[in-house]
């Protein structure tokens, strides 16, 4: 009984073993002296919070007295093209533009850029320490023809009367609303001697001044410092110091250079158009004397005739 039982014992031990052998490798698997890592568990990222977009909540209720308008100056120039041309290249992709465009025939002004906006009518520009024009300025343009340099010289194309008067009443309708001071009523050419001629010696500026809209130089003063200036002469770096107050770019160098007599010539086409070669002489130096001198300019009354003396506040 006993040999009997050992047997079957001896058969299972065996099959064990080789079961054994079977499911593990030759070699054993190293042990590591680490604890084993534990899975985190699985974890769901949290939602997006949902973002509201709502208009600002602006109180409107108070105004402060400490302000004025953006538009500082009001720039006059002419479009050396015909109507339709002037407009196209104002309103498409020639990269310029104006805020009005006063047409010639039929006389009109059409409105192109809001006057809140920033039109590219200045370019490189600087006037009374100003820069960048056109940050600061409504550019108004008129339709005009501009010069041709023929075998006598340069010639200036003439303004319609018409249209002179449409610009008139324009510049006054902007300068009554952002109150620009008169002496800033400008031309291109004052912002950009030599560089640019516009609006031109045939543009009237007289008329402007005649309507209350700039100072002018007081004749019988003018008359005056002209025989002073014959009599004694100014030198160069007067004559810049003085253009320089007057607003323009001007070189400090004491020297009759190439800039100088630009700025002369295009202080001439407002002041005394019929010689605008940049020559300075008695009548031009006084001129530049009078004008440069607030208390000696005058400024017309609203349709009394009268004038009086100018100051910045008038």
Not at 40 to 63: G, K, M, Q
Not at 101 to 113: E, G, K, T
């Amino acid at each position: 009984m006993t040999s009997l039982s050992r047997a079957p014992v001896a058969a299972i031990a065996a099959a064990a073993l080789l079961l054994a052998a079977c499911a593990s490798p030759t070699t054993p698997p190293a042990r590591s002296s680490a604890p084993a890592a534990t899975q985190a568990p699985a974890t769901t990222a949290p939602a997006a919070p949902s973002l509201t977009v709502r208009p600002p909540l602006i109180d409107r209720s108070y105004t402060s007295q400490n302000q004025d308008s953006r538009a500082l100056f009001i720039v006059l120039h002419y479009t050396v093209l015909d109507w339709e041309k002037s407009l196209k290249v104002l309103t498409t992709g020639g990269q310029v533009s104006a805020h009005y465009l006063v047409r010639d025939n039929p006389v009109a002004s059409y409105a192109l850029v809001d006057e809140n906006r920033r039109a590219w009518h200045a370019g490189v520009s600087w006037w009374g320490g100003s820069t960048n024009l056109n940050s600061a300025s409504i550019g108004i343009e008129i339709v005009n023809a501009g010069y041709v340099d023929g075998p006598g010289g340069r010639v200036y194309a003439p303004f319609p009367q018409a249209q002179i008067d449409e610009v008139i009443a324009l510049v006054r309708d902007i300068q009554k609303r952002h109150n620009v001071k008169p002496e800033r009523i400008i031309g291109h050419a004052d912002i950009a001697p030599g560089r640019k001629q516009d609006p031109g010696p045939t543009f009237p500026w007289k008329q402007l001044a005649d309507a209350g809209l700039i100072p002018w130089p007081d004749g019988p003063l003018v008359t005056v410092k002209m025989l002073e200036h014959e009599i004694a002469p100014q030198d160069v770096a007067w004559l810049q110091e003085r253009l320089a107050r007057i607003g323009y770019n001007v070189s400090r160098s004491g020297q009759m250079d190439t800039l100088t007599k630009e700025v002369v010539s295009t202080f001439q086409m407002k002041y005394r158009p019929r010689d605008i070669s940049g020559t300075v002489d008695a009548e031009t130096a006084a001129l530049i004397d009078v004008v440069s001198t607030p208390s000696a300019m005058r400024v017309s009354g609203a349709g009394d005739g009268e004038t009086r003396p100018y100051t910045s506040r008038w």
